[in-house]
């Protein structure tokens, strides 16, 4: 088995005294997409956030490319490859496209990759001088994804990228997705409720329940929607 | 006519110099919505680093030139020992700035004596017809026009002025695109250390300087920053230039004591109808 980008081990993470990530597991390989689905509140957020350093766990550990990160700064984790993509997407509302994009690679040494990142985001070159909050929610989207892409990372996690957004510009993220696992070998962890574009592009599907990961199923059995129904609820 | 131009360089004047004094706090507070009550004592310190040159034989230019560098260092000292533990709890960083404050008012006091000092005010006068204006309150008028314009372009035309505009609207969302928030916030808060001592040091040949020089700015200070609102920029042009009109004409035909008073009034009135300050309108509607 290829070596993982990024391996979760037993997460415990919450808010103040209130545990919500209970005993998660999961790892990622270069190329390699893996989705969890769940409910809301869940904890998918919440996995994502302490993955992100964003959230201290309260055990458990975190490794980035072999590396142990469990007690390394959000920003460090950045900086070794993790890229974070939040639900909601909180593009800087008062900074132009530009310069959310500049902000995504202020922290990376070497040459600028904006050119060629609107060369794969051609709608976001007509937008530049705009101010993040004059975007709607799906070129929000295509923003967040591009700021965090700038940044050159190894592994991805994005959160809900479907979440109020037109199924044409749907279409377009699973495309970008499944362009970037398998040309560059980005490894995605993706929270999804959209079970048809998890179905598309993820290797392997988590199902999320009360903090904790439940099963894991492939994603062609994400059309059977009786045995997903039984999968989320029960 | 050389009347009038007269009063309306004392009324620029007065403007530019709330505007000068309250620069650095407004960007310590707009970025991090930290009120430093100890910023009139950095303005101070930046007065004696000018008072204690010139007493060494240094030239005042010279004074002004360390001013910000060695406030920005206390700024830093003071940052790292204190503020960084105190984020988010406007409160708690009130009450440790006021700690702040004492302390260093008692320590100049200690070190320094009590007494006032002075510097000579440089330039003479210009002749603007029959009458005779400060060519140095012309000079403290350009200066703050020039570190409004030079702050200006940090926050809007450097890698820095993005990534604190970043952090300001979103710490979380900086961090995870790998910079650490903190360290922002440390030079932000140097920066606006910096830019008290330095008006505090353009300040000293207008004013006798005293340990507790400082009491005497930072109500005005507090009041511009809070009239402001979150807007660096806009927000302090616009307060400073509302509060000193207003203070610098109602001066002018009474009392200073009552330009003041007059000052205080028109920012509770602003408060009342502009929780947020007056950029808090523009915002809203922008
Ligand atoms: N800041 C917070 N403080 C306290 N509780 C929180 C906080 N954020 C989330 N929670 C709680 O943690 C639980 C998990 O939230 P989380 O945001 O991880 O869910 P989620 O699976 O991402 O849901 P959704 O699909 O709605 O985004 C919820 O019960 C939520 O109420
Ligand atoms: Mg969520």
């Known amino acids: ?234 | 006519m050389e009347y009038l131009i007269v009063t309306l360089i004392g009324v620029v004047f007065a403007i530019a110099s709330l505007v000068l004094l309250a620069l650095g706090l407004a960007i310590i507070y707009g970025m991090m919505g930290v009120i430093n009550l100890a910023q009139g004592e950095f303005i101070m310190l930046g007065a004696y680093t000018v008072v204690l040159s010139s007493a060494h034989g240094l030239q005042l230019w010279v004074g002004m030139a360390m001013a910000p560098v060695v406030v920005g260092v206390v700024g830093l000292v003071v940052e790292r020992c204190i503020i960084r533990f105190l984020y988010g709890r406007l409160l708690d960083t009130m009450l440790a700035t006021w700690g702040l404050s004492l302390g260093l008012i008692a320590a100049v006091t200690l070190i320094l004596g009590p007494s006032t000092e002075g510097v000579a005010t440089p330039f003479g006068h210009v002749a603007i017809g029959g009458y005779a204006v400060s060519a140095y309150n012309l000079f403290v008028i350009a200066a703050t026009g020039f570190l409004v314009a030079l702050t200006w372009g940090v926050f809007n035309r450097t890698r820095f002025g993005l990534i604190a505009r970043g952090a300001m609207q979103n710490a979380d969302m900086v961090a995870a695109l790998g910079i650490h928030p903190p360290t922002i916030y440390m030079m932000t808060f140097a920066l606006g250390s910096a830019l008290a001592g330095l008006a505090g040091a353009i300040m000293a040949p207008l004013t006798g300087v005293v340990p507790s020089l400082g009491l005497a700015f930072v109500a005005k200070v507090f009041i511009t920053v809070t009239v402001g609102g979150a807007a660096i920029f806009s927000g302090t042009l616009g307060a400073g230039t509302l509060l000193g009109a207003i203070e610098s004409a109602v001066s002018f035909i009474s009392t200073p004591i009552y330009g003041q008073v007059a000052m205080l009034g028109c920012a509770l009135v602003v408060l009342r109808f502009a929780p947020q300050g007056i950029s808090g309108l523009w915002r809203r509607s922008g």
């Open chain 1, 1 to 234: 088995m290829a070596p993982a980008v990024l391996a979760a081990n037993g997460l415990v993470s919450g808010y103040g005294r209130i545990r919500i990530l209970d005993n998660v597991s999961v790892s990622l390989s270069a190329g390699e997409v893996v989705a969890v689905i769940g409910h809301n509140g869940m904890g998918k957020t919440t996995l994502l956030r302490t993955l992100a350093g964003l959230l201290k766990a309260k055990s458990g550990s975190v490794r980035l490319a072999g590396r142990d990160v469990t007690h390394h700064a959000t920003a460090v984790r950045s900086r070794l490859g993790l890229g974070y993509v939040p639900q909601g997407r909180q593009i800087f509302p008062d900074l132009t496209v530009m310069e959310n994009l500049m902000i995504g690679q202020a922290a990376r040494a070497g040459a600028s990759d904006i050119p060629g990142i609107l060369e794969r985001f051609k709608s976001l070159t007509a937008l530049l001088g705009r101010p993040g909050r004059a975007l709607s929610g799906g070129e929000q989207q295509l923003l967040a994804l591009a700021r965090c892409l700038v940044g050159r990372p190894r592994v991805v996690l994005l959160d809900e990228p479907s979440e109020g957004i037109q199924p044409s510009i749907v279409d377009q993220i699973a495309e970008h997705l499944h362009d970037l696992s398998t040309t560059q070998r980005l490894a995605i962890l993706l929270v999804e409720q959209d079970l048809e574009l998890v179905s598309r592009v993820a290797h392997r599907v988590h199902v999320m329940r009360k903090g904790r990961f439940v099963s894991e199923i492939a994603p062609r059995d994400l059309t059977n929607p009786a045995m997903v129904r039984e999968l989320l609820w029960s």
